[in-house]
Nanobody
Framework: QVQPVESGGGLVQAGGSLTLSCVAS??????MAWYRQAPAKQRELVAS???????YYADSVKGRFTFSRNHPRNTGYLQMNDLKPEDTAVYYC???????????WGQGTQVTVSA
């Protein structure tokens, strides 16, 4: 069974940094993405990266977050700098299978930013 596994979440003060990791085995991902969901809010796309390295960032994180990936390790990394309390959410990794175009979701990792 393919399921991305996230790690790296935690509690940090405003202005701090965290790096989230997403690793999966059993398939090769094409596009990878990070979504987040805050309490009582809809899940939103934070950032994505194609296999070729093209990235997209939501306006709210542009300039603060950086998405990179390591192909041999089938791993994606979200470097989050200058964190703000409004970044508090559960962050979910999404990977789209390169061959079957199916979407795979991780179970999420909590990021909490204190003021």
């Amino acid at each position: 069974q393919v399921q991305p596994v996230e790690s790296g979440g935690g509690l940090v003060q405003a202005g701090g940094s965290l790096t989230l990791s997403c690793v999966a085995s059993g398939t090769i991902f094409g596009t990878m993405a990070w979504y987040r969901q805050a309490p009582a809010k809809q899940r939103e796309l934070v950032a994505s990266i194609t296999r070729g390295g093209d990235t997209y960032y939501a306006d709210s994180v542009k300039g603060r977050f950086t998405f990179s990936r390591n192909h041999p390790r089938n791993t994606g990394y979200l470097q989050m700098n200058d964190l703000k309390p409004e970044d508090t959410a559960v962050y979910y990794c999404n990977g789209r299978g390169l061959m079957n175009q199916r979407d795979y979701w991780g179970q999420g990792t909590q990021v909490t930013v204190s003021a």
